[in-house]
Nanobody, 118 residues
Framework: VQLVESGGALVQPGGSLRLSCAAS????????MSWYRQAPGKERELVAH????????NYADSVKGRFTISRDNAKNTVSLQMNSLKPGDTAVYYC????????????WGQGTQVTVSS
């Protein structure tokens, strides 16, 4: 199993970024996918979640209306579109997979740094 995040960068407040996670080594279309983030000195927190077929998503209250999670089961990728970024969104963002429609083992990517600062 391999999860590789990309797209992290330094961006100004109000800006946008799109994170991507490329998955391999498992049946992606049968996995639940999530984005988490961890800011310095804080616990890792769930940002967004999407079910295997993409029909159901949920978001942390802090990002609702600004972030959108999506997946492409043909390309084995999950993305996080982040708009109206705030300094409080600064964190390392991680991709997580839970196999077998949520009943199997979970795996993490290595993370990608997002910094929101002027």
């Amino acid at each position: 199993v391999q999860l590789v995040e990309s797209g992290g960068a330094l961006v100004q407040p109000g800006g946008s970024l799109r994170l991507s996670c490329a998955a391999s080594g498992f049946t992606f279309s049968r996995s639940y996918m999530s984005w988490y983030r961890q800011a310095p000195g804080k616990e890792r927190e769930l940002v967004a979640h999407i079910t295997s077929g993409g029909g159901l998503t949920n978001y942390a209250d802090s990002v609702k209306g600004r972030f959108t999670i999506s997946r492409d089961n043909a390309k084995n990728t999950v993305s996080l579109q982040m708009n109206s970024l705030k300094p409080g969104d600064t964190a390392v963002y991680y991709c997580k997979a839970v196999l077998n429609v949520g009943s199997g083992p979970s795996y993490w990517g290595q993370g990608t740094q997002v910094t929101v600062s002027s």
